[in-house]
């Protein structure tokens, strides 16, 4: 399906550079609070295609150039006391059936999102905006500094007991190795991230013309797999569908639905004129996505998870910051809790989330090198990953069908594509995807998007959470064995940063076992209490970054908890996933 292009948005028209203080405009999918109180004297701050009623409540009118659906003539009007943030009679939690919520930066209807969901959206402060009209020298010397002073105190803390390493080099080497990784994560998330789709990134290859120039407008085909997912399949879809991208193939494949999924997606079908495969056997994710690319035509491919949403611009982010850096050969978007709001549990994994996306994925998107282009929001180009789409549904681990890594070995075939890309072609030389069309190896870059939004429903319950980490740690083990073969040969940063963070994974469950078994059988409770102690510092340096990146809202203080349930529970699942890899299920989320 394709939506005509808005002059206001300006789709990928032949670009001069951007002027550097207007980055902002990608980080607010959602008006802020002050544009809805009625302005009166000040006409020109309202957004496009808003005007005022008597009643003090603004009115949408959509451009005569642009379709009117059913879902945006459902609401016309919204009062202020509706907006996040604002008085008024709290709202209902609500993650199905969704009424809409107005987005005025893509002139469509973004599905209703709970209340405290909707202020995801990232609102700069003053100094953001002050630094963000700089020149761009100044500003990344800024942003060093700024971020040195930030991290001072740590680095003091550490310069402090460097000396005493010598003495207990276990008990204090790891802590202070975690300690050192978190710092310098958190440096080169905030001193060096650019977001691609806002500004050309300032460390690219040398030699640009290996990589294909995509055409100002590629047609992208967005691809769903869904299996029982009655509740949550049609805000998905509709999210896809209210996308602002002007050239969209939609295709969801069903893999066998035994609830009532299918007839959801037939309603859908006839509604949105998206393109629907009715699996008559199940075949698995990895299997059902392959049997939407053998029909999908565009020149990218987008991929989804059915229970996410996403913001409206999203897609359209991704895809730009490809078509200025065609080096890209996948990007990831940036995540967060749909159901946050439901309870405590919910809150930390979303500030978790956050952190995972603004500072991990961002330091390795300094190198282009994400080990993970998570499935809510996954965009690759075609050549990139077209040739091992048979490798990937045909993925074995020590002879047996290997269902998970899903996110994560398909990013890994574009990253060790130039080492490992010839072998795997020959091994499926026969396949379709390799005969149609054999593209040449190239060492690509990948980044993060975090501009683009999306939220997805977390576990709220203890045992689907587990289950959760469990595929988690099987996706890690099998991505180790094969990302880990060649990731040193991308460079120093990538290499640090991907095998620092793989032996922190494998010495969690050693040090868990020291400190909360072994010692207090020894009577070394105080080391028992040290280690709680260091675990809550790490967390409150990532909730301190959480409340940077996100000021008002109060849930970066769940971030410790997230990291003692880590340190203390989730640590001890990794012997057990390696004990039982070789089991599998169909899972939406298998990253």
Request: glycine share 6%; with cysteine.
């Amino acid at each position: 399906m394709s939506l005509p292009p808005s002059p206001e948005r300006g789709f990928f028209e032949p670009r001069q550079p951007e002027p550097e203080q207007q980055p902002y405009e990608s980080y607010q999918p959602y008006p802020s609070h002050a544009e809805f109180r009625g302005y009166n004297d000040e006409q020109s701050h309202v957004p496009d295609g808003f005007v005022p009623a008597p009643d003090r409540s603004w009115s949408y009118q959509t451009p005569d150039h642009e379709p009117v659906s059913e879902r945006t003539q459902q609401l016309r009007r919204l009062r202020p006391e509706d907006l996040p943030g604002q008085a008024g009679p709290a709202e209902p939690i609500r993650l199905s059936k969704p009424q809409a919520q107005p987005d005025p930066v893509a002139g469509r209807v973004l599905p209703w999102l709970p209340e405290g969901v909707r202020a995801n959206a990232r609102k700069p402060g003053p100094l953001g905006r002050a630094m963000d009209g700089m020149d761009p020298a100044v500003r990344h010397g800024l942003r060093r500094v700024l971020t040195l002073l930030c991290i001072l105190p740590l680095l003091l803390l550490l310069a402090r007991e460097a000396p005493r390493l010598p003495q207990s080099p276990l008990v204090l080497g790891y802590g202070f190795i975690v300690l050192l990784g978190t710092i310098a994560m958190i440096y080169i998330a905030y001193s060096k991230y650019e977001d691609p789709s806002v500004r050309e990134l300032r460390k690219r290859p040398r030699k640009l013309d290996g990589f294909p120039v995509l055409k100002p407008n590629p047609r992208v085909s967005f691809l769903l797999a869904v299996k029982d997912e009655e509740d949550a399949i049609e805000d998905c879809v509709r999210s896809m569908a209210d996308s602002d991208y002007p050239d969209l193939q939609i295709i969801v494949v069903d893999d066998l639905s035994e609830d009532g999924t299918r007839d959801v997606l037939r309603r859908l079908e006839a509604e949105l004129g998206i393109t629907v495969l009715y699996l008559e056997k199940n075949l698995g994710k990895k299997h059902a996505l392959v049997k939407a690319c053998e029909i999908a035509d565009g020149d990218i491919l987008a991929f989804t998870d059915s229970d996410c949403i996403l913001a409206p611009d999203a897609l359209r982010k991704c895809v730009e910051a490809m078509v200025r850096h065609p080096e890209l050969g996948a990007v990831s978007g940036h995540c967060r809790a749909l159901n946050a709001p439901v309870s405590i549990f919910t809150r930390a994994q979303d500030v978790w989330y956050e952190g995972q996306f603004r500072i991990a994925k961002a330091a390795e998107s300094t190198f282009g090198s994400v080990t993970c282009v998570s499935g809510p929001l996954a965009v690759f180009r075609k050549e990139a990953v077209y040739n091992y789409f048979p490798a990937w549904a045909g993925d074995r681990f020590l002879g047996a069908p290997f269902r998970f890594a899903t996110d994560r070995q398909l990013t890994g075939y574009v990253l060790g594509q130039k080492w490992k890309g010839k072998a795997l072609k020959r091994q499926y030389a026969d396949s379709p995807f390799v005969t149609a069309e054999d593209y040449p190896e190239r060492q690509w870059r990948i980044g993060y998007v975090q501009s683009a939004r999306v939220w997805t429903n977390v576990p709220a319950r203890f045992r689907p959470f587990m289950k959760q980490q469990i595929r988690w740690k099987k996706s890690f083990i099998r991505n180790l064995c094969f990302t880990g073969t060649f990731m040193w040969r991308r460079g120093l940063g990538p290499a640090l940063l991907y095998y620092g963070h793989a032996l922190w994974v494998v010495a969690a469950p050693v040090m868990a076992f020291r400190h909360l078994v072994w010692a207090p059988i020894h009577g070394m409770a105080f080391l028992t209490l040290l280690y709680l102690c260091g675990v809550i510092l790490k967390g409150l340096i990532w909730g301190l970054a959480f409340k940077i990146d996100n000021p008002g809202d109060t849930r970066w203080r769940y971030r410790p908890v997230m990291s003692l349930l880590s340190s203390v529970l989730l640590a001890w699942l990794l012997p057990y996933s390696m004990a039982t890899i070789r089991r599998g299920v169909w899972s939406r989320s298998a990253t």
